[in-house]
């Protein structure tokens, strides 16, 4: 996964914007991934990072539009497909086997920058999703002053606060009572279609849809009452169990 703050994220932009294209380097190797699976990643970058054992590894980040895309290169057994991490490694090497060759007589030369630039012993190859991290970044555009603004569009005294969750939002109400009686009916929908145009207004590449937008309603009550009135822990609370 992917986040605002990371450089894959920024340059997977730049390409979507039109302001930048995918490396030289990996542009056989997004055509052999859509041939072979069908799916076109957008962007696939290399750097190198270090493992849970403390060994500094290459890492190859071959980055998905969709998230139904990422999950084409998952398996029962392990989050990603190890199958399709080995062909794609493979296909890599491959690649640039065949762009030393072809230097021909600088192949000394070229075999050092290549090795400079590009290691792929032990290399580990990740499936990303770019959609996730943009609905994130989407979401983290509506400021604390555009949350009191719908709220008083709302214009509902039963609501306390509205705090963003992800890629949604919690709403908040003083009472559970007041939660849940608002939970059972079409109100809950009314608050999520408010929530969506908001976001709609920020959603550069068309990643949020009404139908997949999720809400929740909570109350200050069971803030209180189980999280100390500490909204920060609440909040990291109901994002944990909303990714799992």
Not at 28 to 50: C, G
Not at 179 to 198: C, F, G, K, T
């Amino acid at each position: 996964m992917i986040v605002q703050t990371d450089k894959e994220y920024s340059s997977t932009k730049m390409i979507l914007q039109g302001k930048a294209s995918i490396g030289e380097d990996f542009k056989s190797l997004a055509d052999w991934i859509n041939d072979t699976y069908q799916i076109r990643p957008i962007n696939i970058e290399y750097d190198m990072f270090v493992d849970p054992e403390g060994n500094r590894r290459p890492r190859l980040n071959v980055i998905f539009k969709f998230w139904d895309e990422q999950n084409e290169f998952s398996s029962n057994e392990s989050y990603f497909d190890s199958v399709k991490q080995a062909a794609i490694k493979q296909q890599f090497e491959q690649y640039l086997r065949t762009k030393r060759e072809k230097i021909g007589l600088f192949r000394k030369i070229s075999n050092w920058l290549f090795n400079s630039d590009y290691h792929t012993k032990d290399m580990f190859v990740i499936f990303i999703s770019f959609e996730m991290a943009a609905k994130a970044d989407v979401n983290n555009m509506i400021t604390s002053d555009k949350l009191e603004i719908l709220k008083s569009e709302i214009d509902n005294s039963d609501i306390w606060k509205i705090e963003r969750l992800f890629d949604g939002a919690c709403f908040i109400f003083y009472n559970t009572e007041q939660a849940n009686a608002n939970s059972q009916n079409s109100y809950a929908d009314i608050l999520a279609e408010r929530y969506y145009d908001l976001l709609k207004s920020f959603d550069e590449f068309d990643f949020f849809k009404r139908s997949e937008l999720s809400i929740i309603l909570d109350s200050k009550e069971n803030l209180d009452k189980n999280y100390h009135g500490n909204l920060k822990m609440y909040l990291r609370r109901v994002i944990t169990d909303k990714i799992n």
